[in-house]
C-alpha cells in the first residue's frame, strides 16, 4: 500500500487547513486510515482515525471539535479538514492504513503503511 499526503502548508492561527492522503497499491481497502502527526523535538502522537467508510472515529482530545476525519469514497482518499488551527498544531502530519478492528487505533505501532508526511505550520 502506497500512501500519499498532501494539503499542508503556512496559516495562521485561527485559519484553516484540509489535508488528503491518497492510497493505491491494493485492490481491497484498508480498514483503518489514520492521522498522527510529530512536531520537532516531540514524540509522533495520534490525531484522528477512521474505520472503513466512517462508521467509526476517534479524535485526539487536543484537537477533538476542531478536527474532522472523513473517508468520502470509502477506500481510496482520506481528508483531515483542520480548523481553528494554533501553534501546538505546528507539526508534521502522516497518514498510516491498516487492516484490522478498531481497537488500538490511536497506537502509531498498529499501523503497517505511511505515508510521507506533510508539513503544517501555523504562525501567530
Known amino acids: 500500500v502506497q500512501l500519499q499526503a498532501s494539503g499542508g502548508g503556512l496559516v495562521q492561527a485561527g485559519g484553516s487547513l484540509r489535508l488528503s492522503c491518497a492510497t493505491s497499491?491494493?485492490?481491497?481497502?484498508?480498514?483503518?486510515l489514520g492521522w498522527f502527526r510529530q512536531a520537532p523535538g516531540k514524540d509522533r502522537e495520534f490525531v484522528a482515525a477512521i474505520y472503513r467508510s466512517g462508521r467509526l472515529t476517534s479524535y485526539a482530545d487536543s484537537v477533538k471539535g476542531r478536527f474532522t476525519i472523513s473517508r468520502p469514497n470509502a477506500e481510496i482518499t482520506v481528508h483531515l479538514q483542520m480548523n481553528n488551527l494554533n501553534g501546538d498544531d505546528t507539526a508534521v502530519y502522516y497518514c498510516?492504513?491498516?487492516?484490522?478492528?478498531?481497537?488500538?487505533?490511536?497506537?502509531?505501532?498498529?499501523?503497517?503503511?505511511w505515508g510521507q508526511g506533510t508539513l503544517v505550520t501555523v504562525s501567530s
Open positions: 498510516a492504513a491498516r487492516d484490522g478492528s478498531f481497537q488500538r487505533a490511536r497506537d502509531p505501532h498498529e499501523y503497517a503503511y
Open positions: 497499491g491494493r485492490s481491497f481497502s484498508t480498514d483503518m
